[in-house]
């Protein structure tokens, strides 16, 4: 069965940090894209940060960079999202996805795993 499981996320403070998982099965990432996206309440989807499994390539939208880190483990198949620095505006579900290298969108999709940044 083809699968993204999150986890990690849960409630912190501003100035603070966690790290989301997204265990991936079913399938060989050596073909795919693995992204973080993120959706507020309110608000559209939002692309966060990328990672082509086969070479490691980065990319990260403009709010996030310099304090969220992408990164993969091989053998368990699992990407990472470091956040540190947290602010209010991060607050989201976020969510992580594949993407067949060479294909449009992103078309295996985990559950999301809520972040609030609250004092």
């Known amino acids: 069965q083809v699968q993204l499981v999150e986890s990690g996320g849960g409630l912190v403070q501003p100035g603070g940090s966690l790290r989301l998982s997204c265990a991936a099965s079913?399938?060989?990432?050596?073909?795919?894209?693995v992204g973080w996206f993120r959706q507020a309440p309110g608000q559209e989807r939002e692309f966060v940060a990328s990672?082509?499994?086969?070479?490691?390539?980065?990319y990260y939208s403009d709010s996030v960079k310099g304090r969220f880190t992408i990164s993969r483990e091989l053998r368990k198949n699992t990407v990472y999202l470091q956040m540190n620095s947290l602010e209010f505006e991060d607050t989201a579900v976020y969510y992580c996805?594949?993407?067949?290298?060479?294909?449009?969108?992103?078309?295996?999709w985990g559950e999301g795993t809520q972040v609030t940044v609250s004092s």
């Open positions: 996805a594949a993407q067949r290298v060479g294909a449009t969108q992103y078309d295996v």
């Open positions: 079913g399938f060989n990432l050596d073909y795919y894209s």
């Open positions: 990672m082509r499994w086969s070479n490691g390539d980065t």
